[in-house]
């Protein structure tokens, strides 16, 4: 199953490069990357279940 999603940020800012999780449960079933007009898309097994995504937190920097 794929799931194509649209991401467009009010401020006009690009997402691409943005790595994404697929989670269902909280455990992460899929992760994609933003392209450049702001699309994404997981790959992941069908299923009956509620999903959210997240923005994979390695890319942030601490310190």
């Known amino acids: 199953m794929t799931i194509k999603l649209k991401l467009e940020l009010a401020s006009g800012q690009s997402l691409k490069g943005a790595p994404l999780?697929?989670?269902?449960?909280?455990?992460?079933?899929?992760?994609?990357v933003v392209d450049e007009r702001g699309n994404v898309a997981f790959d992941t097994k069908a299923r009956e279940a509620e999903l959210a995504v997240r923005v994979d937190r390695s890319i942030l920097r601490t310190g």
């Open 21 to 32: 999780e697929l989670l269902s449960k909280g455990v992460v079933i899929g992760r994609a």
